[in-house]
Every structure is written in structure tokens, then in C-alpha cells.
């Protein structure tokens, strides 16, 4: 999800639409994002602070997207055409990463390793 702060409110929004494809209420990684503990609260989940092992999935994904738009930063069209923009943006980009993307350690797009 995009949006232009970061908040517990965020936060809540974001587990909500998450949860919805749970059939349990999970046990969630975090990093020091202060905003995380709150909504995890209010929602009675329970987390554990990780910095390194099962996250670092997640957070590969976000260094490549921050490679991937470096480029662009400064005429990236958020603030002229919305968050609409960003929103379809992240999804485009996430099927290329997903499924088009030869992932360097697997040799084929991580969606192949699924099947």
C-alpha cells in the first residue's frame, strides 16, 4: 500500500486488508518502525523485532525498488497524478519483480519456485 506518511493508522489500515487473507491471526515481524507496535496492539496480534533473517526477503524487494526508482526520483509524477499513480506503479512493478524477473540466486522469476 502507498501513502504519503507513515502511522499507526497506516499501520492498522494495511494489517487489516492483510489479515483478510489469514485463516489464523499470524505472529508478524518488524523492524524499529515505531508505528508497527501501536496498530499491532489495537489489533491483539502479537510480533517480534527482527532485523536480519526472515525479513530480509521484504526487504531485498524494497532495495531493488529503491534501485529501480533512483533514476526517476525527482520526475517521478506522484505529487501531479496522485497516489493513483504510485499505487499502479508498485503493482506493475511488483508482478515484473514476481514473475518477469530473472532473480539472480533462484535463475527464474520467484513466482516459478512456487509450482
Same mark, same amino acid.
Given at each position: ?5 507513515? =502511522? &499507526? ?5 494495511? $494489517?487489516?486488508?492483510? $489479515?483478510?487473507?489469514? !485463516?489464523?491471526?499470524?505472529? #508478524? @515481524?518488524?523492524?524499529? /518502525?515505531?508505528? %508497527?507496535?501501536?496498530? $499491532?496492539?489495537? !489489533? /491483539? #496480534? =502479537? ?6 533473517? #526472515? ?8 532495495? *531493488? ?7 526517476? %526520483?525527482?520526475?517521478?509524477? &506522484? ?10 506503479? !508498485?503493482? *506493475?512493478?511488483? @508482478?515484473? %519483480?514476481?514473475?518477469?524477473? *530473472?532473480?539472480?540466486? $533462484?535463475?527464474?522469476?520467484? =513466482?516459478?519456485? !512456487? =509450482?
Amino acid at each position: 500500500m502507498a501513502s504519503w506518511h507513515r =502511522s &499507526a493508522m497506516n499501520a492498522e489500515h494495511v $494489517l487489516n486488508k492483510a $489479515l483478510k487473507a489469514c !485463516l489464523n491471526k499470524p505472529q #508478524l @515481524y518488524v523492524d524499529k /518502525g515505531p508505528w %508497527y507496535i501501536e496498530a $499491532l496492539k489495537s !489489533l /491483539g #496480534l =502479537s510480533w517480534m523485532h527482527i532485523t536480519h533473517g #526472515l525479513r530480509n526477503r521484504v526487504e531485498r524487494w524494497f532495495r *531493488t525498488l529503491k534501485e529501480r526508482t533512483k533514476a526517476f %526520483y525527482n520526475n517521478f509524477p &506522484a505529487r501531479r497524478n496522485g497516489i493513483k499513480s504510485v499505487k499502479l506503479f !508498485l503493482k *506493475t512493478f511488483t @508482478y515484473w %519483480y514476481n514473475n518477469l524477473r *530473472t532473480h539472480q540466486t $533462484l535463475k527464474m522469476p520467484p =513466482s516459478k519456485c !512456487l =509450482s
